[in-house]
């Protein structure tokens, strides 16, 4: 994406230097139904298509092993909780198994915050009365920074929290009440 | 009548008083463009001063410079000064300054409500400013969202300042917009039709009907907020059938043709100086205006790309991401036509020039980047990181800032009658164009690497340290380009060389007068042939200044100017100007009055000031009449026409029709909540339906269809030389009964803060309630004007216009019924 | 004021026919008509494709009329304007709604 926008960017401000050292064809038909319809519906048609179909592998689809958890935002924590292991609540730290697809259910007892792990997902929005589901899934074990993408007022630069990603053993040691 | 004596007469019946006083009675679009463009840049450097404090606090992490409750109050100020108290009024301001020149004529539509709109700004303005000062200023982000903003999370008055503060403002915004739309429609040179409007007469026609479709959804959201801030209406608390997402509905539905309101003027100033720099004259006229009219449109189908993070289902991503990625089209037809034009013609590295080349290189980014966040997977990252921040500041300071300074500069001879004398503008711009890329440039990086937007301070081991520095450091930069310009600008008043008539050799009509401009821009209003009228005839201004065209020889010391037939420009009829008066600086006093009761919450006095603006409107409209016939007028040029109060169709009657487009539009929206809370919010079905009264709902549609009916007969019976009073009759008691069914609706609603469905009631029968109050107003005023003698046959014009509120009255009363009382007969 | 209305009316039907099939989609999101069975199609593709085909209809009748000798502009300039925008109300009905027929409804 980037170096397409690049290429464009270099073809148009080229157009524009080109037009202090010539006169050139001012026609109508060349300008504005070639370079001002033709080609933007050409990249645009493309990128949208690419869009579509990636969103629509990123969306949560029913599967054998997806985990189930709940994260509930407010000012200025996330707490969350486990369909494989009810009634454990973990405050800010989000435990997941690695290399299993996860479903976050995510809502706020307050006001609109936004759940955000870069590195596994894009972001999805915490809305009263509502719960959104979003699917993350981390290829390797480890600790990954999650942050709040939506001002929430004062707290909102330390609204963060940490997802865990386990191995096969360690979210088994996880749900059997090991590490918290 | 010799040339010199024409002026002197002229001259006298236009002037603005002298000295200060001058300006608070004022109504001639010149001052009052001047003082929009000139408040407006105050409010920009205001605006500036905030976003240098905010890249202070960022420069460095851990700075200790501000806290998280002053910072969320600056980038708050920042974005709602930018948006609201500089690009829009810019926008109203050079179009009130320049459209009666380049159309042609001799002031705008309505220049009592030029003045009433500057003074709502000013003071409604004024108003945020005290809130900065005292400390207290909105700090809920410029996009206000609930539940963040309510009054549980949000309950000191600082919200309360953007809500009633912005709705202010937006009344000079709607009022603007009315008088665009009329003036650009009917206020033309005789001769100059559709095909032969300067371009930037087209970049306003569509950004004020724009500005007509996109405000209302944002006045009513601020109306229920307020609601629910003051009187507990719970229309975004989800406990209570509420929900905020229709918050961010309503206001998105106004954000995004926001951003497109601020680029088309923008656009209109490049087509208009491009061509002049590269003199020649604009490639494919009709192909920008079809752009300019699809980018309209396409922008109030975007919307909801504000939104892919708040959990709407794909499909309803992909309309509104297919829409993103369309609106590309039209804005890149517009490119490439002016790349076309370069081509076609011979560019000059002047001033104005390097302002648009700065335009281009920046808003071609701001669009490729725009495209970026068009594709759903990629915003879920980049949503709500510095990398927004970058890119939007692309699209408006690339789209707006520039192409604004290169008009400044364009124009600045015009404003002045001097042309620059120190060559400080090419300094200021290197500065502006370096300070601004180093900036954002910056910015897309960092928000890439993961910094979050509207955070006050972050930690070292971020790694963001020196990038921000950067970004800081650009700032600074492009603040001292841009106080340069400044400086520059207030020089040209003072010191600079007479300006020769048209120094940049244009062909359009604003530069056929002496500059700077006399009050009454044209001694005569000329005959138009061509777009380009003083590039087919050099002569021109000679010809307008010896009185060779209409209206040349002054009559009853009256102000006047004629109307045109929209399409093809053929003279219409005659109107008279009123003249100065402080009219418009007291109601908008009293007016800010009502919106400072509902501040500080003094209701008592709401009413009182609610009636002070009524009988001034009152008094507004009662000084124009007229008490004899006057038959056709001398119009010069062998032409003679009616005078505006002897036809069907008055300024009034326009005015009032794009009014009610704007007033239907908020009503649309409003019954777009309603049913987007029956359908989406958790909490619904309410407890009980509003019950179901047959007397009442026909009764009210009964009295509706009568009041309307009673208007065409008064007017017919007039118009045919007999009694308008029995129709009037019938449509007072029509809307009588209207006003009585629609009071029982208020009565009989359940506690409006027990549930959204019942606020929601409310809020429909008192709009309804508002709506036949005016015609009833309106009636009265009617009945009065009849008695003493101001309407016969021939002055009709006023009929109309109460016949097109009362019909709107009849529209809304008729539908607030049914959806209030039908609901509860369904199964 | 007729020819504004010819030049404003192809995107204007576009802006109804989206805001149209938006609401009719949130709509049926809300009845559930994603699972109700229709013609081996879920009653919502049906539902959703129908009001996209005929907004189709509507926009290039409007372009029909825009070019007939009886309804279109009497001035050369409006005509050609009104055309044009006529057709990017089409365009537009086509780009934007397409979804309608590829991907997930109210997931």
């Known amino acids: ?180 | 009548m010799r040339t010199l004596e024409r002026h002197r007469r002229l001259q006298d019946i236009w002037a603005s008083e002298r000295g200060w006083k001058g300006w608070t009675s004022s109504v001639n679009h010149t001052d009052l463009g001047r003082m929009f463009l000139v408040t407006s840049f105050f409010f920009f450097a205001v605006g500036g001063v905030l976003a240098m404090l905010i890249r202070a606090q960022l420069a460095t992490p851990h700075s200790a410079f501000a806290g998280p409750e002053l910072y969320s109050q600056f980038f708050t100020m920042h974005g709602t000064i930018m948006m609201f108290l500089f690009a829009i009024p810019t926008f109203e301001g050079l179009a009130i300054y320049l459209l009666p020149k380049l159309l042609g004529t001799r002031d705008l539509a309505y220049p009592r409500l030029t003045a009433y709109g500057y003074w709502c700004y000013a003071f409604g303005g004024t108003m945020l400013l005290v809130s900065m000062v005292l400390g207290i200023a909105p700090n809920g982000g410029w996009f206000m969202y609930p539940p963040l903003t309510g009054p549980i999370h949000s309950p000191g008055i600082n919200t309360d300042f953007w809500l009633i503060g912005i709705t202010f403002v937006e009344i000079s915004a709607m009022a603007a917009a009315v008088e665009i739309t009329v003036s650009v429609l009917r206020y033309r040179a005789p001769g100059m039709s559709l095909d032969k409007m300067p371009i930037f007469a087209w970049y306003a026609l569509v950004t004020a009907i724009m500005i007509l479709l996109g405000f209302p959804p944002l006045i009513l959201g601020s109306v229920l907020l307020e609601l629910e801030r003051a009187f507990g209406l719970p229309f975004f608390q989800v406990e209570l059938g509420g929900d905020s997402l229709l918050w961010q509905h309503l206001f998105w539905l106004f954000g995004h043709p926001e951003v497109y309101i601020i680029f088309l003027p923008a656009a209109g100033v490049i087509s208009t100086v491009l061509p002049v720099m590269c003199r020649t004259t604009l490639l494919g006229y009709g192909w920008i205006v079809a752009a300019a009219v699809a980018l309209a449109f396409l922008s109030f189908g975007l919307w909801v790309h504000h939104m892919f993070t708040t959990g709407i289902p794909h499909m309803g991503l992909a309309f509104f991401s297919a829409a993103s990625t369309l609106v590309a089209v039209p804005t890149g037809v517009q490119v490439f036509a002016w790349i076309g034009t370069m081509w076609k013609g011979r560019p000059d590295l002047r001033l104005p020039m390097l302002h648009i080349l700065g335009f281009f290189a920046t808003f071609v980014m701001g669009g490729l980047t725009g495209v970026m966040v068009a594709v759903v997977p990629f915003d879920w990252q980049a949503h709500d990181t510095a990398f927004i921040t970058a890119h939007l500041h692309y699209v408006l300071f690339g789209g707006f800032v520039f192409p604004i300074l290169a008009g400044v500069y364009y124009w600045l001879p015009h404003f002045t009658g001097r042309q620059r004398f120190f060559r400080l503008g090419e300094v200021a711009f290197v500065l502006i164009f370096l300070g601004f890329h180093g900036t954002f440039l910056a910015m897309h990086w960092v928000g890439l690497l993961g910094q979050r937007r509207r955070i006050w301070t972050y930690e070292t081991s971020d790694g963001w340290t020196a990038i921000n520095l950067v970004s800081s450091v650009g700032g600074f930069i492009m603040a001292f380009g841009l106080a340069i310009v400044l400086i520059e600008v207030v020089l040209c008043f003072f010191v600079g060389r007479r300006m020769p008539r048209n120094a940049w050799g244009a062909g359009t009509l604003e530069w056929a007068m002496p500059t700077p401009p006399p009050n009454y821009n044209f001694a005569s209003v000329p005959h138009i042939r061509d777009r380009d009228p003083l590039y087919a005839n050099p002569g021109l201004p000679v010809q307008i200044a010896r009185g060779d065209g209409y209206l040349g020889t002054p009559r009853h010391d009256w102000r006047e100017t004629l109307t045109v037939e929209a399409a093809r420009g053929t003279p219409d009829y005659i109107v008279v100007y009123p003249a100065n008066t402080r009219l418009p600086i007291v109601m908008s006093a009293v007016t800010g009055l009502f919106f400072l009761s509902l501040l500080i919450k003094v209701y008592w006095f709401t009413p009182v000031a609610l009636a002070g603006v009524a009988v001034l409107a009152l008094r507004w409209v009662w000084v124009l009449g007229q008490r004899q016939d006057r038959g056709p007028l001398d119009a010069g040029l062998g032409v003679s026409l009616p005078h505006a109060a002897e036809v069907d169709r008055a300024p009034g009657w326009w005015g009032s029709l794009f009014l009610l487009v704007a007033d239907a539009v908020l009503f649309g929206s409003l019954i777009f909540g309603y049913a987007f809370l029956f359908t989406v919010a958790p909490g619904w079905p309410p407890p009980a339906w509003f019950e179901f009264s047959l007397l009442e709902l026909g009764g009210g549609v009964a009295g509706a269809l009568a009041a309307a009916a009673g208007m065409r007969l008064a007017i017919r019976a007039n118009r045919r030389g007999g009694s308008a009073w029995t129709g009037l009759a019938i449509a007072g008691a029509g809307a009588l009964v209207v006003l009585l069914s629609l009071a029982a609706l208020l009565v009989r609603t359940p506690p409006p803060s027990g549930h959204a469905y019942n606020a929601t009631l409310f809020v429909l029968g008192g709009y309804g309630v508002l709506h036949t109050l005016i015609p009833l107003l309106m009636l009265g005023f009617l009945a009065a004007r009849v008695s003493r003698g101001f309407v016969s046959a021939a002055r009709r014009a006023e009929l109309p216009i109460a016949g097109l509120w009362v019909d709107y009255m009849a529209v809304v009363a008729i539908l607030v019924l049914a959806v209030a009382h039908l609901p509860g007969v369904a199964p | 004021m007729k020819d504004l209305v010819r030049i404003l009316i192809g995107p204007l039907v576009w802006l109804s026919a989206f805001s149209a099939v938006y609401g009719l989609h949130g709509v049926a999101c809300a009845f559930g008509w994603a699972d109700i069975d229709a013609w081996g199609l879920s009653l919502m593709r049906v539902a959703l494709t129908a009001a996209w085909l005929a907004s189709l209809a509507v926009l290039a009748v409007t372009v029909a009329v825009l070019h007939s000798r009886r309804f279109g502009s009497p001035s050369g300039f409006v005509r050609g304007v009104s055309i044009m925008t006529g057709w990017v109300g089409l365009m537009a009905t086509l780009w934007t709604l397409f979804p309608v027929v590829v991907t997930s409804t109210c997931q």
């Open chain 1, 1 to 180: 994406m980037l170096a397409g926008a690049g290429a464009i960017l270099a073809l148009v401000l080229g157009l524009i230097a080109l037009a202090f050292t010539r006169t050139g064809p001012g026609t109508e038909r060349v300008w504005i139904a070639g370079m001002g319809l033709a080609f933007p519906l050409t990249v645009l048609a493309a990128l949208l298509a690419y869009g579509l179909f990636v969103g629509e592998r990123l969306l949560p689809r029913q599967g054998a092993d997806v985990v189930s958890v709940q994260a509930e935002g407010r000012q200025w924590a996330w707490s969350f909780a486990y369909d494989d292991a009810p009634g454990v609540v973990t405050e800010d730290v989000l435990h997941i198994p690695a290399g299993r697809p996860v479903d976050v259910a995510i809502t706020t007892v307050d006001v609109i915050h936004s759940f955000w792990v870069p590195r596994l997902a894009g972001k999805l929005d915490a809305i009263p009365g509502h719960v959104n589901v979003l699917r993350i899934e981390a290829d390797q074990p480890g600790r990954y920074r999650g942050a709040s993408a939506e001002f929430s007022g004062e707290g909102y630069a330390d609204h963060e929290f940490e997802v865990i990603a386990h191995d096969a053993a360690g979210w088994d040691q996880f749900l059997r009440g090991g590490t918290r």
